[in-house]
């Protein structure tokens, strides 16, 4: 059975830094990795994938501020959330699928993805 487990989330003043963490089990020879999050009164958003391959996508409202990354012996897929502004505050999910990201430019949409974490809350305050 697969799991994901998210943690790390927490309070941050603006331009301050965060890490996700989300503990994946799974034992797929290739998957997409994913992080999307969910702003109140808005949808969810996807916004950063890493493939087995190594590949990245980001949203453009986090590239150059988050870095996805992934330690496949441990199995643990990691957020750098770095320079936050308060509109960064959101429940943030981690999120898998077997098989190679669908998207090579931009997150894989929510729909590729059956299995999803709990989610782990980000709050930045100005």
């Known amino acids: 059975q697969v799991r994901l487990v998210e943690s790390g989330g927490g309070s941050v003043q603006a331009g301050g830094s965060l890490r996700l963490s989300c503990a994946a089990s799974?034992?797929?020879?290739?998957?997409?990795l994913a992080w999307f999050r969910r702003a109140p009164d808005k949808e969810r958003e996807g916004i950063a994938t890493i493939d087995s391959d190594g590949l990245t996508t980001y949203a453009d409202s986090v590239k150059g501020r988050f870095t996805i990354s992934h330690d496949n012996a441990k199995g643990i897929v990691f957020l750098q959330m770095d320079s936050l502004k308060p509109d960064d505050t959101a429940t943030y999910y981690c999120?898998?699928?077997?098989?190679?990201?669908?998207?090579?430019?931009?997150?894989?949409?929510?729909?590729?993805?059956?299995?999803w974490g709990q989610g782990t809350q980000v709050t930045v305050s100005s």
């Open positions: 799974y034992s797929w020879p290739t998957y997409c």
């Open positions: 999120a898998a699928e077997p098989g190679h990201c669908t998207e090579v430019d931009a997150p894989s949409p929510e729909g590729d993805f059956g299995y």
